[in-house]
């Protein structure tokens, strides 16, 4: 059994009190009211061990799924570039999880755009049945406009993939760097992680400009979620960092105060996400 998506059993080997844990999950899940999960899509979910110690496998994702009623996972793979710091062998890790698990793991690359070879790596992975791309300008240390990665989303748009961009966490200006890369990258689909929770008031109030930027709302601040608008986000986790009672209570939340539609719910449960993904 797995409670706040981790194993009950090594939660209560390392003392926890799992009775309480559960307790309170459940009440998280009572809040969820009729937020609509058919057809759901997690757009930000990490596969691997990540540099820091976070870890997930592709069993305990899929247990998370079903536990939750989602459909599907975007993953992509965590902070492990490998000695050559290519990503090769941690992309190869999220593609044979897709195949083990077919159409619960929508497989996205993970590259360096700074390092050696990196649109080499893309197009491995392309070969290999990956369907999108995942950037981190602060684990792997870039600017978003920088020229190498507008090459790499420009490659990624010329193979109709969304492209993932962390946009949280790391106090920065964000949407002046975005914003060139939009203008640099036109037609590319780009979806901010945490919605934009780095710089969210800039970057919501450039969004009327980018009609192909969307944001995932996980690990987001509630307050942004109510001010960006259903049609411009995606439902994530963030998983292993976060995990999906909070997240699903977090954008039932934001339905509740905004008052979306049960239609605008479904959108942000996956219908915005499925138009770029298939």
């Given at each position: ?168 966490y790391g106090a920065r200006e964000l949407a002046g ?81 905004a008052g979306w539609s049960a239609a605008e719910c ?13």
């Amino acid at each position: 059994m797995r409670v706040w998506g981790e194993d009950a059993a090594l939660l209560r080997a390392a003392g926890a009190d799992v009775a309480a844990l559960e307790a309170l999950e459940a009440a998280l899940e009572d809040g969820l009211g009729g937020l609509p999960r058919d057809g759901a899509i997690d757009a930000h979910v990490h596969l691997g061990r990540d540099a820091d110690g976070h870890a997930l496998d592709a069993g305990a994702l899929v247990a998370d799924l079903e536990r939750w009623g989602i459909a599907a996972a975007v993953c992509f793979p965590a902070n492990e570039p490998g000695a050559d710091g290519s990503f090769r062998a941690a992309n190869a890790a999220v593609l044979d999880a897709a195949a083990r698990h077919p159409g619960r793991i929508i497989p996205f690359c993970r590259i360096d755009p700074m390092g050696a070879g990196a649109l080499d790596t893309l197009h491995a992975a392309a070969a290999g049945g990956a369907r999108g791309l995942k950037l981190h300008p602060v684990a792997q240390r870039f600017r978003p406009e920088a020229p190498e990665a507008v090459a790499a989303v420009r490659e990624a748009a010329r193979l109709g993939w969304p492209v993932t961009i962390h946009a949280g966490y790391g106090a920065r200006e964000l949407a002046g760097p975005i914003g060139a890369l939009v203008a640099a990258a036109p037609g590319a689909r780009i979806i901010l992680a945490h919605a934009g929770r780095g710089d969210a008031r800039a970057l919501t109030a450039r969004l009327a400009d980018w009609p192909d930027v969307m944001l995932d709302t996980s690990l987001a601040a509630l307050s942004d979620l109510v001010s960006i608008g259903p049609e411009r986000l995606c439902f994530g986790s963030d998983r292993p960092y976060g995990e999906h009672a909070t997240a699903l209570r977090l954008v039932a939340t934001a339905a509740r105060v905004a008052g979306w539609s049960a239609a605008e719910c479904s959108a942000v449960m996956g219908g915005n996400l499925r138009r770029w993904t298939g």
